[in-house]
């Protein structure tokens, strides 16, 4: 997002403007002010893009005019370095962390006024490390042709600086530059953020570029997010980073405190409103907004709703803001049509239509278990029927049960691709979806570890057919006990399994399958493994070593959601649990008393 605005336009050129100016530029009487740029993946904050403003109440207050000015005054140079200056030292006073994005003109390392090694001697003044900073190169304003731009890459990254590419896909040769400048970020212009949920076009150039930044190595920010339907979409096409006012204005203090929670726990910070984050498997996904009417209205008010956009099917009726019927519209046209029906009826209250058979769904209830409500409806025709989704109990939206099945198929084969295929259970990539989703909702919940104790030499001794025989009937002894409708069960690959527990009987359910198990190994070994009490295999050494019986070893942690930002987190908080499982020897269960990563020296978590 470029601060500057390099357009033609008219503006007071007179000496007023110039003394103006001249004056703001002496008196530094700029202020910046600081948009976050947020993780998608987990809420946390990357860092700030410092944008300026002149002094309010004077025609310079908008960066727009004031940097235009200072093109027809000469006066550029002065500024930008004034600004970046400004920046730098509010960032420092403000006890800002993360990385400080900063614009800046390529050009002006050629003018004859360049201070060479200013912005290094400032941040060692302050003590930010260089590599702190990433210098924001914009596309809007055409590139050189005679190499500048490339020697100023050269110049910022040998002081140590991280460079972007602003606004790539607003024209010139983006692609172009960015294949010879391997730049570590690249910023999506706004316009193929707007609106993407909605347009294939944009989609697929927005995925276009995240293939590329995987193959670069280069970091992705989308900016102008402004919507939870793009927001959405974004997150779902894998765009790391992203920019805009739904997660965070520009602000001259912003609240560093809220930073974890603008995508985290589902919730997005703006201005102080906290609003529910829809996820990608749950019933807010499928949200369309319909007018609602109440059980004082009348039915010529649902008529006009539905003559407004034909496309509505339902109009729920609320209560004190509950939902507790829906007029059909199919019903309304029946009764309308009839000789004297719309004259009749159409003074008579919504209750009079009203259907009381109405589907109804929390916001964060998962997909399957929508499906699984639906399917389970006697009434043949409710896939020509909207559902209803609540939030908190009040309504939110309608949901059409056509998305609900498109969804699910979408669901299905994502969870095909990523089954592990000896077992069929979900991979690591829903494991992690599923675990994002239970943070996001701050839901209660015991990750269990599952890991083969001795697996190797066993695999060794008997041979990989019995091996895998081995960690398919642990799959599906996993399947048996962990049935409940609130649990998840997953294969991270191997010998390792996960289980993610709703229910408070998890530990019982973790002693029942160590004991089912271990009968299970009497079955699967040898007599006269079993008399020996275990195997003679080789070791890492190529040592021939005896080693015990196969076992399974459980770790159990119980994550705070409010301290696990990610999926990441609770995974090495689970992968701690398993190895002092495993240290115990045997089968073993070990409950492990931390909930949240450790805060390094730094103040980084580390698990």
């Not at 993360?98 to 003044?125: M, R």
């Not at 004190?320 to 004259?343: H, K, T």
């Not at 939030?391 to 309608?398: K, N, P, R, V």
């Not at 696990?564 to 499982?581: D, F, G, N, P």
Request: aromatic residues 8%; hydrophobic residues 40%.
């Amino acid at each position: 997002m470029d601060q500057r605005g390099f357009k033609d336009g008219e503006v007071d050129t007179g000496q007023a403007e110039a003394e103006l100016l001249a004056d703001i530029i002496r008196e530094q009487r700029l202020y910046p002010v600081f948009q976050p740029i947020v993780d998608l993946s987990t809420g946390e904050c990357l860092g700030y893009e410092a944008l300026i403003r002149g002094p309010r109440g004077t025609s310079l207050h908008s960066p727009y005019h004031l940097f235009n000015a200072a093109i027809r005054n000469h006066l550029l140079h002065r500024l930008e370095l004034l600004c970046r200056r400004c920046s730098i030292e509010s960032f420092s006073s403000l006890g800002m962390q993360g990385k400080l994005f900063l614009n800046v003109s390529a050009s002006l390392l050629s003018t004859p006024e360049h201070q060479h090694g200013f912005t290094a001697e400032l941040l060692a003044e302050l003590g930010i490390p260089r590599e702190n900073i990433v210098v924001e190169l914009s596309e809007q304003h055409p590139f050189d042709h005679h190499g500048l731009t490339r020697s100023a890459v050269e110049h910022y990254r040998e002081m140590g600086f991280h460079i972007a590419i602003d606004d790539l896909g607003s024209g010139y040769s983006g692609l172009k530059l960015w294949s010879e400048l391997h730049p570590d970020y690249v910023k999506i212009d706004m316009h193929f953020v707007r609106g993407i949920d909605k347009d294939s076009v944009k989609r697929e150039f927005v995925r276009s570029i995240c293939n590329i930044g995987h193959t670069l190595d280069c970091k992705i920010i989308a900016e102008g997010i402004e919507t939870l339907e793009e927001l959405h979409t974004l997150q779902e096409m894998g765009v790391r980073y992203g920019q805009g006012f739904l997660l965070g204005r520009p602000a001259q203090e912003p609240d560093l405190l809220m930073e974890p929670l603008v995508v985290r726990h589902g919730y997005l910070q703006n201005r102080g409103d906290m609003r529910m984050l829809a996820q990608a498997d749950t019933a807010r996904v499928l949200v369309r907004t319909i007018p609602a009417v109440s059980s004082e209205d009348l039915l010529q008010d649902v008529n006009e709703i539905f003559r407004n956009d034909p496309q509505i099917i339902a109009v729920p009726v609320l209560v004190d803001g509950e939902p507790v019927g829906v007029v059909r519209r199919a019903d309304l046209l029946e009764l309308f049509s009839a000789q004297y029906g719309r004259a009749l009826y159409e003074q008579k209250p919504v209750t009079r239509l009203m259907r009381k058979d109405a589907l109804i769904v929390p916001s964060d209830m998962p997909l399957e278990r929508v499906s699984l409500m639906v399917t389970e409806q006697e009434d043949s025709l409710l896939i020509q029927q909207d559902l209803v989704v609540i939030e908190d109990g009040c309504y939110l939206g309608m949901a059409n049960v056509r998305d609900l099945l498109k969804r699910m198929t979408e669901l299905k084969i994502r969870n095909a691709r990523y089954a592990n295929p000896l077992t069929m259970l979900p991979g690591n990539v829903p494991i992690n979806s599923e675990v994002d989703r239970l943070l996001q909702q701050a839901c209660d919940f015991h990750v269990a570890y599952f890991d083969l104790n001795h697996f190797k030499p066993f695999n060794d001794c008997y041979g990989y057919t019995r091996g895998d025989e081995v960690i398919r009937e642990l799959g599906e002894l996993l399947v048996r006990f962990v049935s409940a409708d609130d649990n998840y069960l997953g294969h991270v690959g191997g010998d390792d399994f996960v289980v993610l527990f709703r229910h408070h009987d998890w530990r019982k359910t973790c002693e029942s399958i160590l004991s089912a198990f271990e009968e299970r190994v009497q079955a699967l070994s040898r007599a006269s493994d079993l008399e020996a009490g275990g195997i003679w295999a080789q070791d890492r050494n190529g040592e021939k070593s005896f080693f015990p019986l196969l076992s399974l070893a459980i770790g159990v942690v119980h994550p705070d959601p409010y301290k696990c930002s990610s999926c990441h987190e609770v995974a090495e908080l689970a992968a701690e649990a398993k190895k002092e499982a495993k240290a115990m020897g045997g089968n073993a269960l070990y409950i492990s008393p931390r909930r949240a990563p450790r805060l390094s020296a730094t103040g980084r978590r580390s698990a």
